[in-house]
């Protein structure tokens, strides 16, 4: 399984940026996909998480609750992405962010430990 993450960039308070996780290679049925970020200086950081089910054709999103909903998830079947959409973008949120599968599909996985495969980062740059 490979991930690969991209979208990144600078932009300035207020402002949004969408980025893309495109996952290829087997993977099972179930799985989940999320999003972390590291700030310089900071511990990694669980951002957003999205429960994939091939067969029913589902995906469920779940968050990290300090984001007061300004960020979503979503997956594009066709393309085998999942997006992370930013917005309302603050200085704070400025960090490396990486995709990264969790292949067990536990439940709500936010654990870095449980998501066995991991996309290169991306950087997120937001100014005052």
């Known amino acids: 399984v490979q991930l690969q993450a991209s979208g990144g960039g600078s932009v300035q308070t207020g402002g949004s940026l969408t980025l893309s996780c495109a996952v290829s290679?087997?993977?099972?049925?179930?799985?989940?996909v999320g999003w972390f970020r590291r700030a310089p200086g900071k511990e990694r950081e669980f951002v957003a998480g999205?429960?994939?089910?091939?067969?029913?054709?589902?995906?469920?999103?779940y968050y990290a609750s300090s984001l007061k909903g300004r960020f979503t998830i979503s997956r594009d079947n066709a393309k085998n992405t999942v997006a992370l959409q930013m917005n309302s973008l603050e200085p704070e949120d400025t960090a490396a962010y990486y995709c990264?599968?969790?292949?067990?599909?536990?439940?709500?996985?936010?654990?870095?430990?449980?998501?066995?495969?991991w996309g290169q980062g991306t950087q997120v740059t937001v100014s005052s």
């Open positions: 999205i429960a994939i089910n091939t067969r029913l054709n589902t995906a469920n999103a």
């Open positions: 990264a599968l969790d292949p067990a599909a536990w439940p709500t996985s936010r654990d870095p430990q449980r998501f066995r495969y």
């Open positions: 290679g087997r993977t099972s049925t179930t799985y989940n």
